[in-house]
T-cell receptor, first 118, second 113 residues
Framework: GAVVSQHPSWVICKSGTSVKIECRSL??????MFWYRQFPKQSLMLMAT?????????EQGVEKDKFLINHASLTLSTLTVTSAHPEDSSFYIC??????????????FGQGTRLTVV | GENVEQHPSTLSVQEGDSAVIKCTYS??????FPWYKQELGKRPQLIID?????GEKKDQRIAVTLNKTAKHFSLHITETQPEDSAVYFC????????????FGQGTRLTINP
């Protein structure tokens, strides 16, 4: 199957600083990627849809100025958590689909990034 | 928007017995229903999926059934083994191609030896 790589796997940052998380599709092109957040023992909640070459689409309740998404190429989307606070501590996961193969195919997930804000 | 409900939240079964997890969805436009297994701190792994033009799909010990009229789908695991212990998520998608997924709340499955 297709490979999606996420970096870093974990990060600890101080409150008030910004953190950038990268999501790469390694062997396919992804015009669309998705960013999810997962709190401990909870489900994956969609944060935003990352569109190559255009603005991201954010889900209701997600602050676009706090969670900056950039999708500058067909293989890379980045999520920047700005002015991070302890309540932003969570597991962030991206996903992408190789739509070049065929429609309605499997979504592939990155390995996730555990963010801890202290 | 789409809403997916999953039950039960926890499930404990004896090794060798069967486990069933159920999900309901709200939007009749959803046409793709995957099931994921997630181990602690790891990415979700697709274990089986079903599309709206199929009523049932089986892959060895795992099967999924879909009732479009009632808008519910279920995961069935037979002959459970300790390595089946994990959190399982159902999901629904109403977007062709890009797979924007709405997840259920998850079921923590424990297989007792």
């Amino acid at each position: 199957g297709a490979v999606v790589s996420q970096h870093p796997s974990w990060v600890i940052c101080k409150s008030g600083t910004s953190v950038k998380i990268e999501c790469r599709s390694l062997d396919f092109q992804a015009t669309t990627m998705f960013w999810y957040r997962q709190f401990p023992k909870q489900s994956l909640m969609l944060m935003a849809t990352s569109n190559e070459g255009s603005k991201a689409t954010y889900e209701q309740g997600v602050e676009k100025d706090k969670f900056l998404i950039n999708h500058a190429s067909l293989t890379l989307s980045t999520l920047t958590v700005t002015s991070a606070h302890p309540e932003d501590s969570s597991f962030y996961i991206c996903s992408a689909t190789d739509v070049g193969r065929h429609l309605n195919t499997e979504a592939f997930f990155g390995q996730g990034t555990r963010l801890t804000v202290v | 928007g789409e809403n997916v409900e999953q039950h039960p939240s926890t499930l404990s079964v004896q090794e060798g017995d069967s486990a069933v997890i159920k999900c309901t969805y709200s939007d009749s436009a959803s046409n793709y229903f995957p099931w994921y297994k997630q181990e602690l701190g790891k990415r979700p792994q697709l274990i089986i999926d079903i599309r709206s033009n199929v009523g049932e799909k089986k892959d060895q010990r795992i099967a999924v059934t879909l009732n479009k009229t009632a808008k519910h789908f279920s995961l069935h695991i037979t002959e459970t083994q300790p390595e089946d212990s994990a959190v399982y998520f159902c999901a629904a998608s109403m977007t062709r191609g890009a797979q924007k997924l709405v997840f259920g709340q998850g079921t923590r499955l424990t297989i007792n030896p």
